[in-house]
C-alpha cells in the first residue's frame, strides 16, 4: 500500500551548500574506517524536488567504478520499492528499483538482499542506492 498523506521534509537546522566530488565504496556490513569524515548530502528527486533523506553520501558502484551513485542507510521518504525483485549482473545480490512516490519516476534500487560475497567486504551499511542522474544534492553541514 502506497502512503500518500506524508508530508515533505523540511528541516531548518542545517545549512546546505553544492555538492563536492569524493567517493566512497559500497559493500557488506562492517564500517570502513573514514565513513565518518566523509560528507554528508540532503537528496531530492531531480524530477519533482521531492525530499528523500539528509544522510545520503556519494558513492562509486564496485563492479564499475565509473558509476557514480549515492546511497544511504535509512529508509529514504517518499520512495519505495517498485516491481519484483531481480539478480544483479555482477554478484548474486538481490534488488529491487526505487520510485519516487510523486512523480513515480525509478531513481535508484535497494539491495533487498546482499550475496555472501558483498557481505564479506567492507561497507558503510547503505543498501539504498540512488543513480546520481536522478538525484540533486546538497551537502549538508551542521550549524556552527
Request: neutral net charge; glycine residues 6%; hydrophobic residues 30%.
Amino acid at each position: 500500500m502506497i502512503e500518500t498523506s506524508v508530508n515533505r521534509h523540511q528541516n531548518p537546522g542545517f545549512y546546505i551548500r553544492d555538492s563536492s566530488r569524493t567517493s566512497v565504496l559500497l559493500r557488506s556490513t562492517q564500517s570502513r574506517p573514514g565513513f565518518d569524515s566523509k560528507p554528508v548530502f540532503i537528496l531530492t528527486c531531480r524530477f519533482c524536488e521531492n525530499f528523500f533523506c539528509e544522510r545520503g553520501m556519494k558513492a562509486v558502484l564496485l563492479a564499475d567504478c565509473k558509476v557514480e551513485l549515492y546511497s544511504t542507510d535509512a529508509i529514504p521518504w517518499r520512495a519505495q520499492g517498485v516491481g519484483p525483485e531481480y539478480l544483479t549482473e555482477k554478484c548474486g545480490c538481490s534488488i529491487r528499483d526505487v520510485a519516487c512516490l510523486d512523480c513515480g519516476n525509478v531513481v535508484g534500487y535497494n539491495v533487498t538482499s546482499a550475496c555472501p560475497s558483498c557481505l564479506s567486504d567492507y561497507n558503510n551499511g547503505h543498501y539504498w542506492i540512488f543513480h546520481s542522474a536522478t538525484v540533486k544534492s546538497m551537502e549538508r553541514l551542521s550549524p556552527g
